[in-house]
Nanobody, 124 residues
């Protein structure tokens, strides 16, 4: 079965960077179905980045656009989320998940096979 494991979270100062990784097993040539999400304490889970279109370009939430970048390593079955210029508002637990359909949107309700999450804290 599909298993996703996130790593790379931690404590970082505002303006700093982190590289999150989502290692996938039990997955075929459909790494593009994996997206990144986050959930801050007391808030609903929200989408951060996913690949929703056949052109393969990544979509980013407006709050992270220009600061975050999602890449895929097909040989290692890993999806990375490079996070730069981090802000306090980025503090959350970050999850990766796989979309049930090959193509579609980025809303969390469209995804399953969630990982356990990795905690990111941005604080001075």
């Amino acid at each position: 079965q599909v298993q996703l494991v996130e790593s790379g979270g931690g404590l970082v100062h505002p303006g700093g960077s982190l590289l999150l990784s989502c290692s996938a097993s039990g997955i075929g040539d459909d790494l593009y179905r994996i997206g990144w999400f986050r959930q801050a304490p007391g808030k609903e889970r929200e989408e951060v980045s996913c690949t929703s279109r056949a052109d393969g370009n990544a979509w980013y939430d407006a709050s992270v656009r220009g600061r975050f970048s999602m890449t895929r390593d097909e040989t290692k079955k890993t999806v990375h989320l490079q996070m730069n210029n981090l802000k306090g508002a980025d503090t959350a637990t970050y999850y990766c998940a796989r979309r049930r359909m090959a193509w579609g949107g980025c809303h969390p309700s469209l995804y399953d096979n969630w990982g356990q999450g990795t905690r990111v804290t941005v604080s001075s």
